[in-house]
Nanobody
Framework: QVQLVESGGGLVQAGGSLRLSCAASGRTLSRYYMSWFRQAPGKDREFVATIPWSGTRTWYAASVKGRFTISRDNAKNTVDLEMDSLKPEDTAVYYC??????????????????WGQGTQVTVSS
């Protein structure tokens, strides 16, 4: 079992920055991949980024590559998403997810094993 709790959402102007954090707990975290997804009103949940709990490789959706950075702090058991140059179209509920498989977008979002409750990010124009 893995428990995930997101924090750090809020309201920001276009061009601004925001940092989300996901606190993870559970056994054997080292074998999991940690991901961020987002869901805008009326749209399907979409992949944003993934990082393994062990290792340095990262993966990003094309829409956020170069603007968002995923990172982890093993000592604190947190996975962060630094979001820069935010756009109104980044407005969504952002979710932290975890699975012991590297799924990225090869499987539907609902096949990820563990989810947080989500945190709202609103970017005003």
């Amino acid at each position: 079992q893995v428990q995930l709790v997101e924090s750090g959402g809020g309201l920001v102007q276009a061009g601004g920055s925001l940092r989300l954090s996901c606190a993870a707990s559970g056994r054997t975290l080292s074998r999991y991949y940690m991901s961020w997804f987002r869901q805008a009103p009326g749209k399907d949940r979409e992949f944003v980024a993934t990082i393994p709990w062990s290792g340095t490789r990262t993966w990003y959706a094309a829409s956020v590559k170069g603007r968002f950075t995923i990172s982890r702090d093993n000592a604190k058991n947190t996975v962060d998403l630094e979001m820069d140059s935010l756009k109104p179209e980044d407005t969504a509920v952002y979710y932290c997810a975890s699975d012991d498989r590297l799924l990225l977008t090869t499987r539907p979002w609902y096949q990820y094993a563990y989810w947080g409750q989500g945190t709202q990010v609103t970017v005003s124009s």
